[in-house]
């Protein structure tokens, strides 16, 4: 294809309402026209979580006025688009229904092709804004929802490692964030009032460490936190000693994980020499991570790749970007396409959750 491409990306799959107008230059290069990401944490900070109605009302109110923007900083018009990606899934149905309508829309209506992304290829693909990287790489996707290692073949080619058994590590922080009163999005917090914590002050449980591969468990250590909590008695700098103890734990657990699906990477992909570790998604922006899994990696012989702050979180420029992507593979969808709460990358990884699920 020798033309440039210029995509509109739409993403509403949770709490942000996002648009972005994403050119693909000639040489295959991304050229960010615009990034418009809307966040609505005040909205629900008050409940310590999202609420699903809430947001996607919030959606509906504010898409087309990002959109708009998004259009209006890129400088393009509408009609020069050449095509739209919408985030499909996973995610909240009635948040992801707001974006995928309005995008499904704007395609018909203009007649171009429509890209229905899964938000974790946007994620897994997202390092591609700032970066050459070649196929195959290992990704670590870490959010809110997800918490997965996964071998990135190439664009739809994917294969999954290792995922969460319970709750994502995102999911970790928010909850030991609302346990502990630090606040709401909790990943942040946790990191800002960990730095006035003895990380070694907590012996928390480091749940199937040593088994399982590279799979990962938190709920016993969400409840191990529960468990202090009780005991400190709204003392600020126990809490800073458990939020920090908190995360030390999260990085040891990261950290030994990391090593195994390192090893399995390079047993599976056959690779000798330096290979590339991609780690993306909401938790990825903490610095104390993103400093352990460097340490990981150069012991590993990896190179660590870290999406820029404004790519981690939820974003429309990787949405579009996966959708030019895709398009180039010629994966186009029907303007029939629903919405899909759950939609993994590998459909062909067991579904680890739930009861009677063997290690
Ligand atoms: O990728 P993302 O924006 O949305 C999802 O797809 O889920 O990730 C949001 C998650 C939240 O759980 C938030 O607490 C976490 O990323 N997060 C962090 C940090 N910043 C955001 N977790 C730990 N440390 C951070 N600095
Ligand atoms: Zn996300």
Known sequence: MNKKLTFLGIETSCDETA?????????????????????????HKKFGGVVPEIAARSHIENIDFIINRALKESGVSIKNIDGVAATAGPGLIVCLTVGLSIGKTIAGFL???????NHLEGHALSPGLENKINFPYLLLLISGGHSQY????NVNEYKQLGTTIDDAVGEAFDKTSKMLDLGYPGGP????FA?????NFYKLPEPIINKAGCNLSLAGLKTAVLREVKKINNKNQLKFHL??????????ILRKKTLVAMEQFRKITKIKNTAVFVIAG???????????????SEDMNFKPIFPSQEFCGDNAAMIAWAGIKRYKRKLIDSLDIKAKSRWPLDESAPFMKG?????
Request: net charge positive; glycine share 6%.
């Open 195 to 199: 730095k006035k914590g003895d990380k």
């Open 111 to 117: 007649n171009k092709p429509f890209i229905a992304v």
């Open 282 to 296: 909401g938790v990825a922006a903490n610095k104390s991570i993103r400093k352990s899994l460097v340490n990981v």
């Open 243 to 252: 939020a920090a103890s908190f995360q030390e734990t999260i990085n040891k």
């Open 150 to 153: 996964l071998i990135v073949k």
């Open 19 to 43: 648009a972005a107008i994403i050119q693909e230059n000639k040489d295959g290069s991304p050229k960010i026209l615009s990034n418009i990401v809307s966040s609505q944490i005040e909205e």
């Open 355 to 359: 009861p009677g699920l063997k290690l």
């Open 189 to 192: 917090n946790i990191e800002k």
